[in-house]
């Protein structure tokens, strides 16, 4: 069973209502009893979300806890990003997750990044070390990538930018991960690659996201789950055991900790780290 010092953190998005606010308000309580590292939060596209991703992140810091704001930088300015890294480094954030992101539908504009290791780069040349940067990884490959090497070598850029640190896209697949960090180690990539972990609710919403991010659900999952039709308990079941054996598998591969796509929501995640014995 892995070890009590596990580092765990939790992702959420913006809600775009008060009541949605609220609900978050407890889901982040109820998280905050398993004592995770940090919370982060999603920066929308093009930079859609700024005040409600820095209003949440500020939030997050004056209850208490490490808040890691994302900061995308497809549509921005370094006009406008170095006026969100001094306001988080002045109200005391000392973690970012640097993204790429994606352009908002309709807008032509990339803006003046084109890739996130300009964005690691510039938060460098501006803040120095005082945030721990967070970058993105893909062990099934981002989809948008001309081929795996050229995925490999574009992380690399972004670590020798200055990144302190990764965390993947979701997967099933330990040993696409296994295989991922094996060869980022042989370029000399030395930094934490922490798993990214989706707990599974719904099939039909999964699906979605997968087909969306380019993440694959293995056949043998996706059959069985298809087996279970409407039947949400089964599917709720059979999914926190996958998730759960995942997580089991990637802490014995030596993963560094577990960062979770909660989706807004506590019960999951609370149940996984339960059945890892990682909760403090």
Not at 51 to 61: H, K, L, S, Y
Request: hydrophobic share 40%.
């Amino acid at each position: 069973m892995p070890a009590m010092t596990t580092e765990i953190s939790f992702e959420f998005f913006p809600p775009q209502s008060a009541e949605g606010l609220d609900k978050l308000r407890a889901v982040r309580a109820r998280l905050a009893e398993l004592h995770p590292t940090f919370f982060s939060v999603t920066y929308g596209a093009g930079g859609s979300t700024r005040e409600r991703t820095c209003d949440i992140v500020m939030e997050i810091a004056a209850e208490g806890h490490a808040a890691a704001p994302h900061l995308s930088c497809i549509g921005s300015t370094r006009t406008g990003i170095r006026e969100i890294l001094h306001g988080y480094r002045d109200h005391g954030i000392r973690r970012i997750v640097a993204l790429r992101g994606d352009l908002p539908s309709g807008m032509a504009d990339a803006g003046e990044f084109r890739y996130a290791n300009e964005l690691v780069e510039f938060i460098r040349q501006e803040t120095g070390d005082t945030f721990r940067i967070e970058v993105a990884a893909y062990p099934e490959w981002h989809p948008q990538a001309k081929s795996p090497r050229a995925d490999l070598l574009n992380f690399k850029r972004k670590v020798d930018a200055g990144a302190d640190s990764a965390i993947t896209q979701f997967f099933y697949n330990a040993d696409a991960y296994a295989h991922f960090v094996e060869e980022a180690r042989s370029l000399g990539i030395d930094i934490p690659i922490v798993p990214g972990i989706m707990p599974i609710g719904s099939f039909s919403k999964l699906a979605r996201f997968a087909d969306s991010s380019g993440a694959e659900i293995p056949r043998w999952m996706r059959r069985k789950f298809e087996s279970f039709g409407d039947d949400a308990d089964s599917i709720r079941a059979f999914g926190l055991d996958v998730v759960t054996e995942l997580c089991e598998r990637l802490l014995a591969l030596g993963a560094p900790g577990l960062h979770f796509y909660t989706l807004n929501q506590a019960t999951l995640s609370t149940e996984i780290v339960r059945r890892l014995k990682l909760a403090s």
